[in-house]
């Protein structure tokens, strides 16, 4: 286990093991300093109906606009801040931010929208994670139904506690909450019908290139059908191009995200783009 992670970390910066030690070591002390000096950003990332063509939320996606090593994608410094224990920093500074950001657009009158907040493993396993929620979701007055969780499912399953438990005390504020990169791990569809979930991400694994493979759409559309029958919104992950879109359509998916539509951006760009798109 610990070699598979060294190997990950590896792939992250390349040269010598040795050398990529010694950097995991100094972003480690830089991550401590990154939320107080304000170094984080939060990106958000549209999702649109296919059906009524309207914006209905945004995931928000964690960068680190470091002052040597310029921008960051979580990638680089998630794995590491879940090993050292930082995680939970960098989640409750992104709720604050999607909580903050939900309060100022109530203020100034838009329609409603979600943002969806990726949550980790060991924040799953964080006990005071619906207190922390709570005393956020009353200080901006925000309504909890339009904030989202997202957890992985492979999160879900490796977790120790039990995860239901904790989905359960979450859902009790009124939060939706979605399972991640759904196909990627090794849970079964049967035990989807236990999760108190809403929504249902299928993997860009599912959705890449998936006009060109027949047996890909079977696939992607059986799973949209065992999640819609499942009483959830389903959504695909990473639509890149309109070939894959007219196929996830006739696949009778719910929400798009990706580069076909967007990118995530900052929140200024994101609502300039939302100006655009209407
Ligand atoms: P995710 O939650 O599955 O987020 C989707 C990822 O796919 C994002 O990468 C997004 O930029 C990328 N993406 C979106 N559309 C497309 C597309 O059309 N094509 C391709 N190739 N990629 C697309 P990003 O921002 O690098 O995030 C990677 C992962 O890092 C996320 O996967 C999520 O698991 C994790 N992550 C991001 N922000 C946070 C955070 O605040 N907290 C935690 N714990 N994890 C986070
Ligand atoms: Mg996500
Ligand atoms: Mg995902
Ligand atoms: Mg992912």
């Given at each position: 286990?610990?070699?598979?992670?060294?190997?990950?970390?590896?792939?992250?910066?390349?040269?010598?093991?040795?050398?990529?030690?010694?950097?995991?070591?100094?972003?480690?002390?830089?991550?401590?300093?990154?939320?107080?000096?304000?170094?984080?950003?939060?990106?958000?990332?549209?999702?649109?109906?296919l059906?009524?063509?309207?914006?209905?939320?945004?995931?928000?996606?964690?960068?680190?606009?470091?002052?040597?090593?310029?921008?960051?994608?979580?990638?680089?410094?998630?794995?590491?801040?879940?090993?050292?224990?930082?995680?939970?920093?960098?989640?409750?500074?992104?709720?604050?931010?999607?909580?903050?950001?939900?309060?100022?657009?109530?203020?100034?009158?838009?329609?409603?929208?979600?943002?969806?907040?990726?949550?980790?493993?060991?924040?799953?396993?964080?006990?005071?994670?619906?207190?922390?929620?709570?005393?956020?979701?009353?200080?901006?007055?925000?309504?909890?139904?339009?904030?989202?969780?997202?957890?992985?499912?492979?999160?879900?399953?490796?977790?120790?506690?039990?995860?239901?438990?904790?989905?359960?005390?979450?859902?009790?504020?009124?939060?939706?909450?979605?399972?991640?990169?759904?196909?990627?791990?090794?849970?079964?569809?049967?035990?989807?019908?236990?999760?108190?979930?809403?929504?249902?991400?299928i993997?860009?694994?599912f959705v890449?290139?998936v006009?060109?493979?027949?047996?890909r759409q079977a696939l992607l559309k059986s799973i949209v059908g065992?999640?819609q029958?499942?009483?959830?919104?389903v959504?695909a992950?990473?639509?890149?191009?309109?070939?894959?879109?007219d196929c996830i359509a006739a696949c009778g998916c719910?929400?798009?995200?990706?580069?076909?539509?967007?990118?995530?951006?900052?929140?200024?760009?994101?609502?300039?783009?939302?100006?655009?798109?209407?």
């Amino acid at each position: 286990f610990e070699a598979k992670r060294l190997r990950q970390d590896v792939a992250v910066f390349n040269p010598s093991a040795e050398a990529a030690r010694a950097l995991h070591l100094s972003l480690l002390s830089d991550l401590a300093t990154a939320i107080q000096q304000d170094q984080l950003r939060q990106f958000l990332q549209p999702k649109r109906c296919l059906k009524t063509g309207r914006i209905t939320g945004a995931e928000a996606l964690v960068r680190w606009q470091h002052p040597q090593r310029g921008w960051l994608p979580p990638g680089d410094f998630v794995p590491f801040a879940e090993r050292s224990g930082r995680i939970r920093q960098i989640t409750d500074w992104m709720l604050a931010r999607a909580v903050r950001t939900l309060a100022a657009w109530e203020v100034e009158g838009r329609e409603p929208m979600s943002i969806a907040v990726n949550i980790s493993t060991l924040d799953i396993q964080d006990q005071t994670l619906p207190a922390r929620l709570a005393a956020l979701l009353a200080e901006y007055r925000v309504d909890p139904g339009q904030l989202q969780l997202e957890v992985t499912e492979t999160g879900l399953m490796s977790s120790g506690t039990d995860p239901i438990a904790v989905l359960n005390a979450l859902k009790a504020w009124g939060v939706k909450l979605a399972i991640d990169d759904f196909g990627t791990g090794q849970s079964s569809l049967a035990y989807l019908q236990h999760l108190p979930v809403d929504e249902l991400k299928i993997d860009r694994s599912f959705v890449q290139d998936v006009n060109a493979d027949p047996r890909r759409q079977a696939l992607l559309k059986s799973i949209v059908g065992v999640g819609q029958g499942l009483g959830l919104t389903v959504t695909a992950e990473g639509v890149e191009n309109q070939a894959e879109l007219d196929c996830i359509a006739a696949c009778g998916c719910d929400l798009i995200q990706g580069y076909l539509l967007a990118k995530p951006m900052d929140l200024p760009d994101f609502q300039t783009w939302l100006g655009r798109t209407g």
